[in-house]
């Protein structure tokens, strides 16, 4: 079975910093796919970025990376020049890349607040 | 345009009584999910249709009841709502593809509060 591990519960930066959020993740399936999901205080959740377990490059979109270490299970979500409106819950999630199940299993999460 | 809509956004109901969740996604995707989010803000699967047909009960109690009329569609019924029912539902949608990434859109949630 799969399973996602977020060891911050909170997180604090100052704005216009960089920010690093921990996820990692366990399974023995070698056919995966990594997510990062944010839930802010209205509660919708919103895709910000993936990694499949083959992509070769670590994923990027925006002020968004994802630093995938596949040989250590993380894959850590980078939020570069840090708003005020990134304050907000961070869920890394993940399924599997085969089989009819793409059920996503997600990690705690981590409450980042943004200081002025 | 909407990609995934949950009706209602929140519900609050007495204990014992049975209500329903609609969700509805104008992607085209051919699986659907029901969530459950709670007060600690974990999420957690509970059910999946591809295609109209059942492909995932996470050992949910079977009182809930998901109900696919059709690829677009995929409702939650409850029946007799205990306390610990309260929570966020959430219902999702996505292309699946053997192989191929596939990002999960989410509706905006229907807040459920049992009393």
């Known amino acids: 079975a799969q399973k996602i591990t977020q060891t911050q519960p909170g997180m604090f930066v100052q704005e216009k910093e960089a920010v690093t959020l921990d996820c990692t993740y366990d399974?023995?399936?070698?056919?995966?796919?990594l997510f990062w999901y944010k839930q802010p205080s209205s509660g919708e959740m919103i895709f910000l970025i993936y990694?499949?377990?083959?992509?070769?490059q670590n994923a990027t979109e925006g002020r968004y990376s994802l630093n995938f270490q596949k040989a250590r299970k993380s894959a850590n979500l980078v939020i570069s020049a840090s708003q005020l409106g990134d304050s907000a819950m961070y869920f890394c999630?993940?399924?599997?890349?085969?089989?009819?199940?793409?059920?996503?299993?997600f990690g705690k999460g981590t409450l980042l607040t943004v200081n002025p | 345009d909407t990609a995934v809509s949950q009706t209602p956004k929140y519900l609050v109901t007495q204990m014992g009584n049975d209500k329903s969740i609609k969700c509805e996604q104008n992607?085209?995707?051919?699986?659907m999910y029901w969530y459950k989010q709670d007060s600690k803000k974990f999420l957690k699967i509970m059910f999946s249709?591809?295609?109209?047909?059942?492909?995932i009960n996470e050992t949910v109690p079977n009182r809930f009841s998901p109900k696919s009329p059709d690829k677009a569609h995929l409702n939650l019924h409850i029946n007799s709502l205990e306390l610990g029912d309260s929570a966020v539902y959430f219902c999702?949608?996505?292309?699946?593809?053997?192989?191929?990434?596939?990002?999960?859109?989410f509706g905006p949630g229907t807040r459920l509060t049992v009393l």
């Open positions: 992607l085209g995707h051919d699986t």
């Open positions: 249709y591809n295609n109209k047909e059942l492909i």
């Open positions: 399974t023995s399936d070698p056919s995966y796919g």
């Open positions: 999702a949608s996505s292309q699946d593809s053997v192989g191929y990434y596939n990002e999960q859109f």
């Open positions: 990694q499949g377990s083959y992509d070769q």
């Open positions: 999630a993940m399924n599997l890349l085969r089989g009819s199940n793409y059920k996503l299993t």
